[in-house]
């Protein structure tokens, strides 16, 4: 069988021992290491703002004189569109308009400069119900590094679809040195937060990534993260309230670094900025110890 040619049936056996026992990964290439950019990977609850917090994570990186490439990892391909103010095209759309042929594709067919000169690229994923989402991670790192873009690249961010834990969707942890959490301060962020914590856990036994902290966003107060954090050992490292002009820049395709200003927006850029610099710092891995659902359920809420 070609697998160039069919990409998406492409069968792993179960790993025994590694990521997990019993599990079914994309196993790292070790010709694909990403090399010395310093590699953050984002998860969340689906809809919780990851692609916002993604973005403007990038341009504060920028905005401190950093190379910034920032990779989605859903199949919408709706990560960058801030950046680039417009849906760009994905790995797979562009491996598919060359038969899978990858050595005929050029660097600016797939990667895309956005706002202040972040470099873009959609990774994309496979038609529902046909493949691996891991497969469309490793393969996209495979052409940044055949075409050198990483060895100009001073920070690498995966904004990661949704909560999927699967092995697939997991593949940015393989990459990622930190892996961030974005969270509500609600009962069903904070449940798929603990999923997420299990699965970086998972990873962290046989790849270099370690929880960096956990973002707290569209939410005004942050009493149930610090009650959850505090008991499985995480650490709230930004804030970002629910504000309108954070929703107002979505739907004007911007990045809020681009919206006009105001005394709430010039907060919340300063608090992307001093979390970028404090990622860029270097930041301490957590070892956090993920809850049992019931014990997720007693936790949370008022007395």
């Known amino acids: 069988m070609n697998t160039a040619t069919v990409p998406f049936t492409e069968i792993r056996r179960p790993s025994r021992g590694k990521d997990g026992e019993g599990s079914v990964q994309v196993q790292l290439d070790p ?9 953050f990977a984002v998860y969340g609850k689906g809809g919780i703002g990851k692609s916002t917090t993604s973005s403007n994570l990038s341009v504060a990186f920028s905005k401190l004189g950093k190379r910034v490439l920032q990779i989605g990892c859903d199949p919408k391909h709706d990560s960058t569109f801030t950046l680039t103010k417009k849906l760009m095209p994905t790995v797979i759309d562009v491996l598919e308009s060359v038969d899978f042929h990858p050595e005929e594709l050029r660097l600016e067919d797939f990667v895309f400069e956005g ?56 593949a940015p942890l393989q990459h990622a040195d930190r892996a961030l959490i974005v969270t509500a301060n609600d009962f069903d962020s904070i449940f ?32 149930q993260i610090d009650r959850f954090n505090d008991r499985v050992g995480l650490k709230r490292m930004a804030h970002f309230p629910d504000l309108d002009v954070i929703r107002r820049s979505r739907l004007k395709k911007s990045t809020l670094f681009e919206m006009e200003p105001s005394p709430e927006l010039e907060a919340v850029q300063q608090e992307y900025l001093r979390l970028a610099a404090s990622l860029w710092a270097g930041t301490d891995p957590l070892a956090p110890e993920a809850l049992k659902d019931r014990d997720i359920f007693d936790l949370l809420g008022f007395d």
Do not use: W
């Open 192 to 223: 798929a937060m603990n999923r997420i914590v299990q699965a970086i856990n998972a990873k962290a036994k046989n790849y270099n990534v370690r929880l960096g902290g956990v973002i707290a966003n569209r939410s005004r107060d942050t009493d």
């Open 115 to 170: 706002y202040n000169g972040v470099m873009c690229v959609e990774a994309g994923g496979p038609p529902a119900g046909t493949g691996c989402g891991g497969y469309v991670v490793g393969q996209t790192v495979k052409l940044l590094k055949e075409h050198h873009l990483l060895e100009d690249t001073d920070v690498v961010i995966f904004d990661v679809l949704g909560d999927v834990v699967c092995g697939g969707f997991a």
């Open 31 to 39: 010709n694909v290491k990403i090399g010395n950019a310093k590699v």
